[in-house]
């Protein structure tokens, strides 16, 4: 098989592929708006129509909630399994939008051409680099160098309630030798990027209690325990003043970045500076003694997302509440074990709270540990040397700072190791108005997985 | 003049004074709610009405919110002007009412017969003792044995904005020897008590400010500063692991209790265990080496009074938000000046400050200094023998942990001391469901009155 006809082909294609992905962004498949049920079904349909187009055996399938798509095709290489996902964040605020969010354009920025529109970049684009790529081989060369399976879902926005049951009732058809999945960014423009590690995350909540009823701060101000201040005592308790967590065990099962990983992290492009100042920093708050990447890549965190108690309106009260509330997420690293961290930091609260405070827990909140991806496998290395040679620049293995939990559920329930390569770039605006893709991304994209495929086959 | 006519007529006439009151709480005076305007207005020419009846030259007045009303009868003792307002309280949440609170009724308790519905105790209930006072004694001798002056207003519970213009424009009109004030309570049950002293405001809010904009608790958990945390450490900055306020120079302008006034507030019958257990706590919380009294009487507080910021919702959001917000309030004592004590405060959050975390305050909150009652003038030695001669138990002078910022009012606009007499008790839930004023509150208030007017007369 030639590879070379297929990125000519891709060149000589790209105004139909950018055509045919303003078809799906076209479609508002919102998955958190119930009103938007219907789109989300017409975006299924319009994957399993394109992915039949190229001569996939492709189906829509029923869930409780949005559908799945799935795809199969044959070919002579290992079996892929690609996942992406077809459901887009709400648009609001609208009024921040400069275009109809569902009415995609080209547009030429600064940074050259961009595709504007809800999901252009988050994850129907991305996605479609990997259509595109299959599309283009297959048209090329009459065959796909590798057997695949599609598996896109429409509720990765939606907190993916269907996700695990399909996973679990389909484990045998959606079995394969390796996951490929397009939905993170590059870790600087230009910079092709494999990520190789994803932090973990757990996620708790509480409530202090004081007083049997809310009190008035003239009566009782003074002799009366207080529970914000009590919380506030012991949120400030998390952290020590070198921005450590100070919960006993933490960091238990947390291992320092190896010196190799860390030279290519240092050297993999990413500009601190820019990714402090542009949100008004001046330096980073992490734990002192680490850089602000492996803070953000392989540090964990102890996080407070939410607090609320007592008087919220206009004016002032006198009030001393009965309760205070504290929402917090961890980001875990390395071996950390979210319901053993769950253990500490509650041990930890209850240790802190004074005479008369009591504590009480929401115990509906999950946990998923961190995933470092199997990069000793010999396709981590055929994949970077592919995108290495399209994008004129030594790709990387980097770190990431959130929690993509598809990844650890392939390997929990399929068995699958994960390889997530994406073209995303951290300006696309994902979950925000005005969000784009880049035409390099989608371009570059499309050509970037024809070169993997035709690698992985090798 | 015969004082025990006076308390024989108040004897004999306790029913129809009862039923008196029952029709001034018939009367849905809620003075922050406008559908109940009109009530006021009817409050207000009850009052009007009933003064007359006595012979007391009155009248409504008009203010931009709900009226005045003014009374004047002369006599041959001191210049008194009494004060008491004739608005109440909201009735929410009605369903927690076991009977109409606009449908007064007699209910025997365990704890003596009380007289229940909204605006028994605070103030209908506790004005109209002194209302009734002066009925008897007009009733018994002819003439009143002082010059009074009655003064009422219908906005107490709603923040009083015409109060402070109103006084000032009638300053001649409402000028007298002393001001009597009926709105406080008993230290404790049958304990006659005069506040000799209140607890000063000052109130502010401010909002820490972190990241330009909400960001992604997985981008940026780790680096970035978050405004959650950094407010919990400021409010837990405020005081120290003794219960003292760690804001520099918080403590000047505070004296410490003499102890001839200690002494008597040891053995004014205050139930320490009754106060701390009515609402679940099992010791004070306040500044360590004081009682559980001094803390709420006589010791300043920097209290919060609200939080909030973050994502609130169900479930979880990753988020470190922009910004974080609290209310506070402090309560003063001695000499402590409410500018100066507003400057120090924010200068502790300022020096609390890390590197790119901003503050900023609300500039619209008020401040009032506490109040010392001028005990050593003769008229409070004469009522606390009268009260005493009435209850069989030595009348105490007690502090009080809130703030009447009506007696500062009286002696800034018009020179006059006050003297805060007042008949409730700790439970007869003023500002709750259930409101209650006991028939002995009302019956030995009256007479205490009447007791009171002779002594200063004499």
Known sequence: MSLSAVL????????????????LLRIPSISTDPAYAEP???AADWLVNDLQHIGIDAEKRTTPGHPMVVGHIDGPGPHLLFY?????????PLELWHTDPFDPKLEDTSKGQVIRGRGSSDDKGQLMTFVEACRAYKEANGALPCRITFFFEGEEESGSPSLIPFMKENAEELSADIALICDTSMVAPGVPSIASQLRGMLKDEFTIHGPRIDLHS?????PGLNPLREMSRIIASFHDDQGRVAVDGFYEGVHEVPDELLRQWESCGF???????SVGYTQPHGEQGYSTLVQQWARPTLEINGIWGGYQGAGSKTVIPAEAHC???CRLVGDMDPDDLRSKIRAHVDAQLATDARVTWDSDLEGAPAA??????PEFEKARQALSDEWNREAVFCGMGGSIPIAGYFKEILGLDAMLIGFANEDDAIHSPNEKYNVESFHKGIRSWARVLDALAG
Chains 1, 2 share one sequence.
């Open 218 to 222: 003239g009566h009782y101000g003074g």
């Open 327 to 329: 929402k917090l997420t």
């Open 372 to 377: 470092v991806m199997n990069v000793g496998r």
């Open 40 to 42: 989300c079904q017409d």
């Open 271 to 277: 500009n601190e500076a820019d990714y402090l100042n």
């Open 8 to 23: 000519t082909r891709i060149d000589d294609q790209l105004p139909d592929a950018i055509d045919r992905l303003m078809g």
């Open 84 to 92: 992406g996902h077809y459901d887009v964040q709400p648009v609001d």
